[in-house]
């Protein structure tokens, strides 16, 4: 996982799942996860909001302690695809704001 420019988290890579034990204990990956999936919390770690650097590097000591097996919760993020027309229509209605914008961008 990384943090980008933008403050969220996202999966930079997933090794392929193999089914194994280690040391008596069976391995379990529950759902899926893919490259560029947005994070948005790992074992209660809450990273639904943009953070900065000072609070990614205490996040990370935290992940880094947390029991395992981890628990990531992620979220795929959606690609929203406007041709121009409808694109010229919205920007013509006013009333908004990139925020808004921005909070449709992720489910």
């Given at each position: 996982?990384?943090?980008?420019?933008?403050?969220?988290?996202?999966?930079?890579?997933?090794?392929?799942?193999?089914?194994?034990?280690?040391?008596?204990?069976?391995?379990?990956?529950?759902?899926?996860?893919?490259?560029?999936?947005?994070?948005?919390?790992?074992?209660?770690v809450?990273?639904?909001?943009p953070?900065?650097?000072?609070?990614?590097?205490?996040?990370?000591?935290?992940?880094?302690?947390?029991?395992?097996?981890?628990?990531?919760?992620?979220?795929?993020?959606?690609?929203?695809?406007?041709?121009?027309?409808?694109?010229?229509?919205?920007?013509?209605?006013?009333?908004?704001?990139?925020?808004?914008?921005?909070?449709?961008?992720?489910?």
């Amino acid at each position: 996982i990384s943090r980008h420019t933008d403050g969220y988290v996202r999966v930079l890579s997933v090794t392929p799942y193999r089914s194994s034990s280690v040391m008596g204990k069976e391995r379990v990956r529950e759902g899926d996860i893919h490259e560029g999936d947005v994070v948005r919390e790992v074992s209660d770690v809450d990273l639904r909001m943009p953070i900065d650097s000072a609070v990614w590097k205490l996040t990370v000591g935290l992940i880094k302690m947390a029991p395992r097996p981890l628990k990531f919760v992620v979220a795929r993020e959606l690609q929203i695809l406007v041709d121009e027309d409808e694109e010229e229509g919205r920007s013509n209605c006013g009333g908004g704001d990139d925020d808004d914008a921005e909070a449709y961008s992720m489910r």
